[in-house]
């Protein structure tokens, strides 16, 4: 039975194109500003959210406080952390907490709340906020708005504020203390209303962090040509970059019925097109902000996710510098940022060579254990999650490569004839590993292997009964070197 399409039509008439970019969300034109200039800066309270690394190594979150008055300060801070954490539960995001830094700024308003000119309500608000905008109750904006148009008053504090972090927030999101559910996104800035549901966030947060293009429609053509990951022109199926999730029963295109609500196909309409454009699946947040994901924009969002955070956060040596003198027991151990619901694949190599049974989280060896010259040690890691199917530029894969030399001394051989003793005695020291050959001869010229022997510590002994050998006119011993 044929669905209704579920486009989300944007309701306020005006589309505005404003330094070349545009994005509408959720039907609420949200207007991407490239301004330039500086705003002014009042006394700030910082107080992270949620630290689980370095902020150079993680997605980092940074939640502005608008229209909380001074003594609303604890206010701010427990709507952040309850917006950061309803974000953190939804997928993908739940299963790669640990991959997130967040940090919440708190900065003054004289009045509580933001602007709602439709009722000739204002406030004094530290960023000037309003809702109302161009002509749409719950579009949220800060100046320059049609309103305000000096960029200092709004989008200038935000952008100073947002100067003081380094390195810069992943997303900034600016948190209005209005009790009417609302959001936009404005200049790299995603604001949304501390009743509103964490769903906007969840949707902008797919924009910033894996570039993933809106699957709505609009009622006009924006005429835009660039794809995402999750849209495109083409409907031959060999070249459909979604086409590890197609299956051969699902009709390309994809008629929008219950038949194929649960499928990943290539549906009409999306990029704000409602035809020549088309999007992996009937439903998804990129589409309508209260659906999941879907997979391909799952598979996007993981694999941004890793390209912005290295999985290896560090690693300890036990030895210092990188020439291997002695034998003594070398250990690197990782620290590791990882999935919550699996572990990393880890694996070792040396010289290029897998080690074989070494994948755990550290690796230990001796030195000896490999020839003189150069050693290089290597680990890799990868998310092996299934959420991902096509991993062509190996963003889950990460790796780190550790340059020895081995400049271990040969082993010394030594042969003893102890008179009245009975015996030859051959002992083999040092710290390498290898074969001792001993030989013997009768005539001096040719020398017949006796016996062989692998000596894999510092220290090999035997000894030889002269009484039974009275032949013997010499005995020689060789060590071949590990190769
Ligand atoms: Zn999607």
């Known amino acids: ?47 992270p959210l949620q630290t689980t690394g370095p902020a150079t190594n993680r997605v980092c979150f940074l939640f502005l406080a608008e229209g909380y008055t001074a003594d609303q300060q604890q206010q701010f801070f427990a709507d952040a952390t309850n917006l950061f954490s309803r974000f953190l539960a939804a997928e993908p995001f739940a299963r790669y907490q640990g991959y997130f830094n967040a940090d919440a700024c708190f900065v003054v308003s004289q009045q509580t709340g933001s602007d ?22 719950s579009l ?11 960029y200092a008053n709004g989008q ?19 948190l209005v ?5 609302a959001g936009s996104e404005q200049g790299g800035v995603v604001m949304v209303s501390r009743s509103a549901s964490p769903n906007l966030l969840l949707h902008e947060a797919g924009h910033g962090l894996a570039r993933l293009g809106d699957e709505y429609e609009l009622a006009i053509s924006l005429g835009t040509t660039n794809e995402e990951p999750n849209t495109t022109r083409e409907t031959r199926p060999e070249f459909i970059k979604w086409k590890s999730w197609l299956t051969p029963d699902v009709p390309l295109p994809t008629p929008e019925t219950v038949d194929y609500e649960e499928v990943v196909g290539l549906f009409e309409g999306a990029h ?21 994901f879907c997979e391909v924009c799952l598979e996007a969002l993981v694999k941004a996710l890793n390209r912005r955070v290295r999985t290896l956060d560090g690693w300890q040596q036990s030895v210092a510098g990188t020439n291997l003198l002695d034998d003594h027991r070398v250990l690197l151990t990782l620290n590791l940022v990882q999935p919550s619901d699996h572990p990393l694949a880890v694996r070792w190599l040396a010289n290029g060579a897998a080690l074989p049974g070494q994948t ?20 890799e890691t990868r998310d092996d999650t299934p959420v991902v199917r096509t991993d062509a530029e190996n963003d889950l894969m990460d790796t780190q490569e550790w340059g020895f030399a081995v400049q271990l001394p040969p082993p010394v051989v030594r042969l003893s004839s102890r008179r009245g003793s009975g015996a030859w005695g051959v002992e083999v020291s040092g710290n390498r590993y290898g074969t001792l050959h001993l030989e013997t001869t009768t005539n001096l010229t040719v020398w017949i292997p006796l016996t062989s022997h692998d000596f894999t510590s510092g220290l090999f002994q035997t000894n030889w009964p002269i009484a039974t050998q009275r032949q013997w006119q010499g005995l020689r011993a060789l060590v071949e070197p590990l190769k």
Not at 117 to 137: A, L
Not at 177 to 181: E, G, L, Q, R, T
Request: hydrophobic share 35%; charged share 15%; glycine share 8%.
């Open 1 to 47: 039975m044929p669905m209704k399409p579920t486009t989300p039509m944007p309701n306020h008439p005006l589309i505005t194109r404003l330094s070349g970019q545009l994005r509408v969300w959720l039907g609420l034109g949200c207007l991407l500003l490239t301004l330039a200039g500086g705003g002014s800066l009042s006394a700030q309270v910082v107080r």
């Open 116 to 137: 709602h000119p439709s009722q000739s309500y204002y406030r004094n608000t530290y960023f000037n906020s309003t809702y109302d905008s161009y002509g749409n109750s």
């Open 140 to 150: 949220l904006t800060i100046p320059p708005n049609e309103v305000d148009p000096v």
């Open 156 to 174: 200038g504090k935000v952008d100073a504020l947002v100067a003081t972090f380094s390195p810069r927030p992943d997303l900034v999101i600016l």
């Open 177 to 181: 203390n209005d009790a009417n559910p």
């Open 272 to 292: 704000y097109e409602s035809t020549g454009w088309y999007r992996p699946k009937l439903n998804c947040r990129m589409r309508q902000v209260s659906e999941p």
């Open 360 to 379: 755990n989280l550290s690796l230990a060896f001796n030195p000896s254990g490999f020839p003189s010259g150069p050693l290089r040690i290597r680990v």
